[in-house]
């Protein structure tokens, strides 16, 4: 079992950048590949950013590609998504995953075994 807990988010202006962090419990983080969704209401969760256990690989939505950035600390059991240039759109709860397949990336929600709890982003216009 793994717990996730999201922090990070809050209200920025667009064109800032915010730091989310998902601190995992758990010895086996470094073999999960991790991923962040988002949801923004009356919408379903979509996929953002994904990161392999050992951080080779990683995947983005198109609509996040060159403004986010994820990445991992194994020693501190930590995933990050720096997101900069935010646009109001981006406004939603974002929540980190863990896939504990030790497959290919993936950005299917279901696909993913465990859940944080999110933290709201939201970005004025």
């Known amino acids: 079992q793994v717990q996730l807990l999201e922090s990070g988010g809050g209200l920025v202006q667009a064109g800032g950048s915010l730091r989310l962090s998902c601190a995992a419990s758990?010895?086996?983080?470094?073999?999960?590949?991790m991923g962040w969704f988002r949801q923004a209401p009356g919408k379903e969760r979509e996929f953002v950013a994904a990161?392999?256990?050992?951080?080779?690989?990683?995947d983005y939505a198109d609509s996040v590609k060159g403004r986010f950035t994820i990445s991992r600390d194994n020693a501190k059991n930590t995933v990050y998504l720096q997101m900069n240039s935010l646009k109001p759109e981006d406004t939603a709860v974002y929540y980190c995953a863990a896939d504990r397949s030790m497959l290919s990336l993936r950005s299917d929600p279901h696909e993913y075994d465990f859940w944080g709890q999110g933290t709201q982003v939201t970005v004025s216009s």
């Open positions: 990161i392999r256990g050992n951080s080779l690989r990683t």
């Open positions: 758990g010895r086996t983080f470094s073999s999960y590949n």
